[in-house]
């Protein structure tokens, strides 16, 4: 049995003073104190982990004044604030032992577009894809583009001062600023943005903080301008932070803004930003360009650049191998197919922009002219892509490479902390064969790729910073790759901001150091804001590198062992792909419908880690307690339970957030790490539950497909008590709710009567090798079967059309419900009969194929372990291998066909939505997918009561107004049992499956499956 765990660090009494201060002062926003809200927040995207003491979640301007005012107060000058914004900064930007201040959750509201202006106002939590969003129906677009768009805040943008692709055309992120609300730390609340010499007259008249700020910044403007000029590096990717060199303008003009962009939250809070907008590029197309090594990719950059492309991106062969294995890459495979003396080692992508179809022709064919008509040593070849859908699948590859690095086997991963050094693009070549010397020297592999137009290049060696020589090498790299910046002209912080990475600060600024703790001073007066960053106070040093913890320093007593056990949760690298805010989009739905961090992967990974160290530190090896039999049984988990000195165990704290979790896969598909929440969140519940008791709904949730036979039996029993006032009440009580009616109508029953036979080895081995061939065996799930018999028929008759013989499986336990509760004995024993049942199916010659998605991949995943060595093809897997069969037609109809996806079906079988789109293209069709995350139902999840609110607010989110806004004639197709039951039980929509829709098709009779209600009584 697992041991109770207590959470070593507690908040000092000063930051619990200050946050009962700002409760009782009428803060009206969130705060977390407990330990798995400190847990999350205690690391980013980079190599660190520091814990803070509390997280405040203001929900607008007057909660950060209130803050800023708390701040003031002497009682609490020694209290440290650090703003966080999307939490993806690589150099530990927001991390801090003080209190974090993220507006993400609550101020994140687009106050104001002006189109006419080309003008956005905006709150600083609105992420970045947030706000392009809201802007396409007008043409514009906000224009700084980030790998990390889609959780990347506004906030945190103008923080680290960001860009990436495009940036030699688009500019940084401070280009695009035209005003900004921030609130210093004795809470003025002050609109920031360029003023003439009059009006910084006037300003520096003032006799409080603002005057205050103007006049150091003038003073230092004028006195050290020589200075200025020559330090601050002549590069596209110009200084970030405090940056001097732009403070006075070139039109005369002094733009504050110029130093808080890039300030990392060390000079002010940021509460708004008002931003410059661009008309969205009009077409595009992009160039892809394959090379034997990396070199040649790097050496070409340069004839590119000066083809006057919009920008040039370059990946290694690392990042091009590990994309190859990602859900994206089957939509852009034949953009970079392999070529006839091997595959390429490295790639680069040149964009060309144009505002006219004629235009783009142009000088797309003047690219590939040049191309062709001079070689490149090492070039390959080259492939172009056109149209929206495409580009932007190139593009979320190339996004993706930051995650994908992570995505290796092993404890030894790529890892930033050197890794957007820029320098003078025409040095990029030869610093880069230097730095990766310097690696090679060491013998360590790594990753790069990156912007080669600007001169960045992003390299992220490859290391377990758990044992300590391998921590070591973060000091020698990085004082060696400061070294190479110099000698080339570049800078450490060309993309990331400084972070950690503050201590290189002094020794590149030299005599402006001490300006810039003048600037820090005259904002923040008493070292407040984000303490440690970018400069110290004057007297002070600022924290070496490897003086900060490193996350791999705490997991040192994990193990790799036990680290490699559990579902890749200790080897979430932070980079937050699961924070994407667009509710059209799968990964994470739990942190989608509740913007609480603790409820997405990197949350729950962060907690698992943490939970997997507290019992390493204890001794306890979890492997082996999940294997123990304990003596005390019921009564044990009952004391656990029921004695108040289990009150505050931590386990509560992660059991918490595993419960929010769908178990849907998005995350073991999607995360470039390839996190798999429900796989270790299983484990997590085996072990919780050994120790405490289970909700009572656990039981009856888990036993369900044993159940189901018997309810079947009693249906009209059954179906009266979940149906009255008094059985609803008392399954509530249970913990259930929304539970769905049987049919009338049993697909066993239907199917004996038309004499065809459950497939059984005897039965398949009386049939030749012909009829085998011919003969398909379905494999269906209980909820399927029993509650949406139809479907299963229809599979039949679909079998029948096409000239198989179709067989149904035997009943068997598919376990999907154990699992996803926890029960991994109960699991382990129902899998392995069923995997032997189904490879004595498979081994007799016949082709298995299951119905719902989600059941149907369970047989991939959760039964890895159980030697089942048959494959279970989902409908339109089969189907795809059986097209020839399909006859071509061309249907007249007034509506479309539309296919809203299983969400583990999208994410864990990437192929499948276009081998639907085949098969219905085949019969006439075609066949529209509609872009929504999740339905919030998830198979048991949505029936459970404690989550139903969660699930209703999934389905508005996405899929209610998916359907909302179909028409009348559109044939609208769902493939999960789960989805089909959350449209009838929300909106009383009745969604076919696509078998249906093809066995209509089939029989000439599109209308069928919306004419036959018995079809959908779910």
């Known amino acids: 049995m697992i041991p109770r765990l207590t959470s070593a660090q507690r908040a000092s009494s000063l930051s619990e003073g200050f946050v009962q201060h700002l409760a009782d002062s009428g803060f009206k926003g969130d705060i977390g104190q407990g330990a798995a809200d400190r847990t999350v927040f205690a690391t980013d995207n980079s190599i660190y982990q520091v814990e803070p003491a509390a997280i405040l979640f203001p929900k607008d301007v007057d909660d950060l004044k209130r803050i800023a005012r708390a701040l003031a107060r002497p009682e609490f000058s020694s209290v440290a604030i650090t703003p966080r914004g999307g939490g993806t900064g690589t150099n530990g930007q927001s991390l801090t032992t003080g209190i974090v201040v993220d507006c993400s959750r609550h101020m994140n509201r687009i106050l104001e577009i002006d189109p006419v202006r080309r003008v956005a106002r905006v709150e600083a939590g609105v992420v970045k894809d947030q706000l392009n969003k809201a802007l396409a129906p007008h043409g514009l677009f906000f224009a700084p583009e980030l790998s990390t768009s889609n959780r990347a805040t506004i906030g945190g943008m103008v923080s680290t001062d960001a860009c990436g692709q495009g940036s030699c055309l688009y500019g940084k992120t401070s280009n695009h600023v035209l005003g900004l609300r921030v609130i210093l730390t004795d809470g003025t609340d002050f609109s920031s943005r360029p003023v003439c010499r009059e009006e910084l007259r006037a300003l520096q008249m003032r006799r409080d903080r603002i005057g205050d700020i103007h006049r150091t910044l003038a003073r230092i403007a004028a006195d050290d301008r020589d200075d200025i000029e020559r330090i601050f590096p002549k590069l596209n990717r110009f200084m970030t932070g405090y940056d001097l060199a732009h403070l006075v303008r070139k039109d005369g003009g002094f733009d504050l803004n110029a130093v808080l962009c890039g300030s990392e939250g060390t000079l002010a809070m940021i509460a708004e930003a008002e931003l410059n907008l661009l008309p969205l590029p009009a077409h595009a197309a992009l160039v892809n360009i394959r090379y034997d090594n990396f070199n040649a990719a790097l050496e070409d950059a340069r004839n590119l650049v000066a083809l006057n492309v919009a920008s040039v991106e370059t990946i290694d062969e690392t990042v091009l191998r590990l994309a190859k294995g990602d859900i994206i890459w089957p939509r852009i495979a034949a953009f970079f197919p392999d070529d006839a003396d091997g595959v390429a080692n490295g790639i680069n992508i040149a964009e060309i922009l144009a505002d006219t179809p004629q235009e783009l022709a142009e000088k797309l064919s003047a690219v590939t002219a040049a191309l062709k008509a001079n070689p490149f040593p090492g070039r390959k070849g080259f492939t172009t892509t056109h149209g929206k859908a495409e580009i932007e699948a190139v593009w979320a590859m190339r996004k993706r490479a930051v995650g994908l690095l992570g995505n290796v086997e092993g404890p030894v991963r790529p890892v930033p902390f050197v890794e957007d050094t820029a320098v003078p693009p025409e040095n990029l070549a030869a610093y880069i064969r230097e730095f990766r010397a310097l690696l090679d020297g060491e013998n360590l592999t790594y990753g790069m790729f990156g912007h080669v137009d600007a001169g960045v290049l992003h390299v992220r060696p490859a290391l377990d910073l758990t044992p300590p020589e391998h921590a070591a090498l973060v000091r020698r790299i990085s004082d060696g790759v400061v070294a190479l910046t110099r000698k080339y ?382 494959r279970i093809l989902l409908p339109q897997e089969w189907l795809a291998t059986v097209l020839d069969r399909l006859p071509s037609s061309t249907l007249h109809e007034q509506g479309s066909y539309r296919l809203m996806a299983h969400c583990t079906e999208r994410t864990n079988a990437p192929a499948a939505i276009g081998q639907w789109q085949a098969v219905f293209k085949k019969l006439g069709v075609d066949l529209l997918v509609g872009e929504t995350g999740c339905c919030g139902m998830a198979g048991t999840f949505g029936h459970e009561v404690r989550n139903r609110g969660i699930s209703e607010t999934l389905y508005g989110m996405s899929w209610q107004l998916a359907l909302a806004a179909t028409g009348a004639a559109d044939m609208v197709m769902a493939t999960g049992y789960s989805c089909r039951s959350q449209a009838k039980a929300i909106d009383g929509r009745r969604l076919p499956h696509p078998l249906q829709a093809i066995r209509a098709i089939l029989q000439r009779n599109p209308g069928l499956p919306s004419r036959r209600d018995t079809t959908y009584d779910v």
């Open 489 to 870: 002209g570049g800078v450490l912080w060309g993309e990331h901001g400084k972070g950690v990475r503050s201590e290189y600060v002094p020794e590149f600024f030299g005599p402006l150091y001490p300006r810039l703790q003048e600037i820090k001073a005259a904002f923040d007066p008493l070292g407040q804001l984000n303490p440690g960053k970018i400069v110290a106070a004057a007297g002070r040093a600022l924290p070496k590198i490897d003086e900060i913890p490193l996350r791999g320093t705490i997991d040192r007593g994990i193990g790799d062992e036990i680290r490699a056990a559990f579902g890749n949760a200790a080897y979430c690298n932070g980079n937050g792909a699961c924070f994407d805010f667009d509710a059209d989009t799968l990964m994470c739905p739990s942190y989608k419908a509740t913007r609480d961090r603790r409820f997405s992967p990197k949350g729950r990974a962060s907690l698992m880690r943490e939970w997997l160290r507290q019992l390493a530190e204890k001794g306890v090896d979890p492997r082996r307690e999940a294997t123990r039999r304990h003596p005390f049984g019921f009564a044990g988990r009952l004391w656990n339970s029921l004695n108040p000195a289990n009150r505050n165990d931590f386990s509560h704290e992660v059991r918490a957030a595993m419960d929010t979790c769908l178990a849907c896969k998005a995350c073991a598909g999607q995360c470039p790490v390839k996190v798999s929440v429900p796989a270790f969140r299983a484990k997590f519940l085996a072990l919780y539950y050994q120790r405490y008791l289970r909700p009572l709904k656990d039981p009856l949730v888990a036993a369900i497909e044993t159940t189901l036979p018997v309810m079947a039996r009693m249906r009209p029993f059954y179906n009266a008590v979940i149906s009255s006032s008094p059985g609803q009440a008392a399954m509530r009580r249970a913990g259930l709710t929304a539970l769905p009616v049987l049919p009338p109508l049993s697909a066993r029953r239907a199917l004996a009567r038309q004499n065809m036979p459950v497939a059984t080895p005897a039965e398949l081995a009386r049939l030749d090798a012909a009829a085998l061939a011919n003969t398909i065996v379905f494999v269906p799930d209980a909820f399927t079967e029993h509650f949406d018999p139809q479907v299963l028929l229809d599979a039949v008759e679909v079998a029948r059309l096409l000239g198989f013989s179709p067989l149904i499986a035997p009943p068997l336990v598919n376990g999907k419900a154990l699992h996803v509760h926890g029960y991994l004995r109960a699991f382990e024993r129902a899998a392995r009969r069923t995997a032997a049942a189904l490879d004595r199916l498979a081994q007799a010659g016949a082709t298995l194929v299951g119905i719902d998605p989600s059941m149907t991949l369970a047989f991939r995943s959760e039964y890895a372990g159980t030697g089942l060595r048959a």
